[in-house]
């Protein structure tokens, strides 16, 4: 679960959010919708804890972010995967080591960490360019090696921040059928876009933002809305 309770988040004076609440159960999938600057990236950095509130509680589960420990913040990354618009993989590693290098640094051995990656692979339908570059690879193919690497670690929230904002349609349609598929195993995902298009054509919960204040909340997945 996590929870905004009246939740603001300011830079330099001025609000980014202002006075949001909401509740995410988990395994629920969630849009986070509005226009650029309506908030949409802070409610992901507070849920990941790249920002702190400036006023307000958001809880992860039972953890407080902003009174979290130092030696929980790890496992708070670990529980918590991110994807964003620009993929953020690592040039000059294989698409199999990118997808290695997060189990790698949590020290697993070879063999576990090759059956993972392998398992991944199939589940993104990419085993065959496990030895291309992402260079080598189409924005759409690139997004999904993303969305594998956030995943090998098996978090259980996903956050995807604009992830089809540079694609085609056939490829953002690809990236969203992958997330579904994650959310269908038990993944909570939360996707934050301005792209009206993708998030009308589907029947997830949609949380609108606009100049940083929850403006709609409607339609969970069990199709009970919920209007604010």
């Not at 790698?104 to 392998?118: F, H, M, P, T």
Request: charged share 25%; proline share 5%.
């Amino acid at each position: 679960m996590i929870s905004f309770h009246k939740v603001t988040k300011q830079y330099n004076g001025q609000p980014a959010i202002a006075e949001v609440s909401l509740e995410i159960p988990d395994s629920e999938f969630v849009f986070v919708v509005g226009p650029s600057g309506a908030g949409k990236s802070t409610i992901l950095k507070l849920i990941i804890r790249e920002e702190l509130p400036s006023r307000g509680k958001v809880f992860v589960d039972e953890w407080d972010i902003a009174n979290l420990s130092d030696q929980l913040i790890p496992h708070l990354r670990r529980k918590v995967g991110t994807v964003f618009q620009d993929f953020k993989l690592l040039p000059q590693r294989t698409v199999y080591e990118n997808i290695a290098f997060p189990l790698e640094i949590v020290g697993l051995g070879d063999a576990e960490i090759d059956s993972n990656v392998r398992e991944v692979l199939e589940l993104i339908n990419l085993a065959g360019k496990a030895d291309h570059f992402p260079q080598q690879l189409s924005g759409g193919e690139a997004q999904k090696v993303a969305i594998a690497r956030a995943m090998i670690l098996r978090p259980e929230i996903l956050l995807a921040d604009e992830p089809t904002g540079n694609l085609d349609p056939q490829s953002a349609w690809e990236i969203m059928q992958l997330l579904a598929k994650l959310n269908d195993l038990g993944t909570t995902v939360i996707m934050a876009t301005h792209n009206m298009d993708i998030s009308s054509s589907l029947p997830h919960r949609k949380i609108h933002l606009m100049e940083g204040r929850l403006v709609k909340d409607t339609k969970d997945k069990k199709g009970k809305k919920e209007e604010n």
